[in-house]
């Protein structure tokens, strides 16, 4: 069965730093594009970052670049992401997706359950 | 205020069908594939339409996608009270260099 499941959420303090982890299983984790997508409290969806299956391309929504970095461990099947200068407007579900398939990198196929990240003081 | 464009609400009754639009431009509808997703209150999204129109393994085919210009559309036919759920379009933008998603659309199945 494929699988993602987010883990490193939490509550932190404006300007501080958090590292989120994804772990797939189920499928051959170094085939796939990921994503990071984010749903703020009763609001809709908001792409983050996304990663090609060797680290070679790397996207940024332009609400995140400079802050956040998006990595990836195929020896470990994980994604992750690393989100510094956290601001209370990234409070939200982070989403981990994988591409549906290996020639499409923006169909997200199987999405994980999430995580919460929670920026207040 | 979203790339792409979708009405808030929709609606119909059961058996109906019911159209939902996605306007967009030519950066990102324009010259790239139409992604749509159906979120079901408390749950994860789910992708229903990748590649303008096709559909993934499970998805019914009661659901259908198309893309005109720089619009798209998500159509459900013979509409079921699992149905109702918020909807999503989705496609890369050249000019952003990123994905970017609609606002998107709350179903109610009447």
């Known amino acids: 069965e494929v699988q993602l499941v987010e883990s490193g959420g939490g509550l932190v303090q404006p300007g501080r730093s958090l590292r989120l982890s994804c772990a797939a299983s189920?499928?051959?984790?170094?085939?796939?594009?990921m994503h990071w997508v984010r749903q703020a409290p009763g609001k809709g969806l908001e792409w983050v970052s996304g990663i090609n299956w060797n680290s070679g391309s790397i996207g940024y929504a332009d609400s995140v670049k400079g802050r956040f970095t998006i990595s990836r461990d195929n020896a470990k099947n994980s994604l992750y992401l690393q989100m510094n200068s956290l601001r209370a407007e990234d409070t939200a579900l982070y989403f981990c997706?994988?591409?549906?398939?290996?020639?499409?990198?923006?169909?997200?196929?199987?999405w994980g359950q999430g995580t919460t990240v929670t920026v207040s003081s | 205020q979203s790339v792409l464009t979708q009405p808030p609400s929709a609606s119909g009754t059961p058996g109906q069908g019911v159209t939902i639009s996605c306007s967009g431009s030519s950066s990102n509808i324009g010259s790239n594939f139409v992604y749509w997703y159906q979120q079901l209150p408390g749950t994860a999204p789910k992708l229903l339409i990748y590649?303008?129109?096709q559909r993934p393994a499970g998805v019914p085919d009661r659901f259908s996608g198309s893309k005109s210009g720089t619009s798209a559309s998500l159509a459900i036919s013979g509409l079921r009270s699992e149905d109702e759920a918020d909807y999503y379009c989705a496609a890369w933008d050249d000019s952003l260099s990123g994905v970017v998603f609609g606002g998107g659309t709350k179903l109610t199945v009447l």
């Open positions: 997706a994988k591409a549906l398939i290996v020639v499409d990198h923006y169909g997200m196929g199987v």
């Open positions: 189920g499928f051959t984790f170094d085939d796939y594009a």
């Open positions: 590649r303008n129109n």
